[in-house]
């Protein structure tokens, strides 16, 4: 199999270990192969949209996540620089609710992180660039986003830079997680 599967503190979400060739020229491995995702994870989703972000050192984006019926599943990597990747628990009936894990994602440990539905999610570039790709269970629906503030005490993040993040105004204003909208 050309993947590892690493269990977090959350069950539900994994960290995915590729295998990865490498030699004098370089390295090669595979980012997403569907019959490996299915026989390591045991989960069938079909992923329907891929998108890329470029940031700058500092930068923070989340808390995100989507509502039913467009709730996603996100499959995150770093393809350039590295980054603090954090999901958080957000289905009112579980015993993990609020409780958050992160790992550091980058091009360099080819590592990627598995956020289920039911999840926030958000990532800190902690290099000076980082480029990141995800893979999404369902269609961007700007009437089903939503956000949590990335500092919410109620969560507690221990975010690794200490200096004040860029937000984006959305970002910025969102609520905490006891005022949010949830699964």
Not at 95 to 101: A, E, I, Q, R, T
Not at 153 to 175: C, F, M, R
Request: glycine share 8%; charged share 25%.
């Amino acid at each position: 199999m050309a993947i590892e599967i690493v269990q977090t503190e959350l069950p539900e979400v994994l960290l995915i270990k590729p295998r990865v060739f490498e030699d004098e020229r370089g390295f090669f491995y595979e980012s997403f192969n569907r019959r490996d995702w299915i026989e390591a994870t045991g989960l069938e989703r079909d992923f329907v949209q891929d998108n890329q972000s470029r940031s700058t050192r500092g930068v923070l984006r989340g808390l995100h996540y989507q509502l039913p019926p467009a709730a996603q599943g996100k499959l995150v990597r770093a393809l350039v620089g590295e980054i603090f990747d954090v999901a958080v628990d957000i289905r009112k009936d579980s015993p993990n609710f609020g409780k958050w894990v992160g790992r550091r994602l980058s091009a360099q440990n080819k590592l990627q992180i598995w956020v289920p539905e039911g999840f926030a999610h958000g990532f800190q570039v902690l290099s000076e660039v980082a480029e990141v790709h995800y893979k999404t269970t369902d269609f961007y629906c700007p009437s089903a986003e939503r956000g949590i503030i990335w500092n919410d005490p109620t969560i507690g993040i221990e975010w690794p830079l200490q200096e004040a993040p860029s937000l984006s105004g959305k970002d910025a204003v969102a609520p905490a997680l006891p005022d949010a909208d949830v699964f």
